[in-house]
């Protein structure tokens, strides 16, 4: 949950950005070649904590190990008075070549 929270927050500050790693046991140098490779969206969701696990399923979908989210909004569609929220990430991987180079 830290994770999550640091990474929203980061959304909203001007610093470098550290991806969540979704990939247990990288060694420093392959935490230091992680590169965008790609950016991925979720429109349904009702928390964070679904935002989180819906990053998670696609990134590793896709073979990342890692997210970040740039955008977040809230919306109420229809009339059940739920809220949604849709929100944007990049998803990250490995470059290889720096990191076993």
């Known amino acids: 949950m830290k994770n999550l929270v640091n990474d929203i927050i980061s959304i909203f500050s001007p610093h470098a950005i550290q991806p969540v790693v979704i990939r247990t046991g990288l060694s420093p140098r392959e ?15 009702t928390s964070m904590e679904e935002l989180n696990d819906a990053f998670v399923k696609k990134a590793l979908d896709a073979g990342a190990v890692g997210y970040h989210i740039i955008d977040v909004e809230s919306h109420k569609p229809g009339n059940d008075g739920q809220y949604l929220l849709a929100a944007r990430a990049t998803l990250y991987h490995i470059n290889d070549k720096v990191a076993h180079g």
């Open 31 to 45: 935490l230091a070649a992680l590169q965008p490779m790609g950016i991925t969206s979720v429109s349904w969701v």
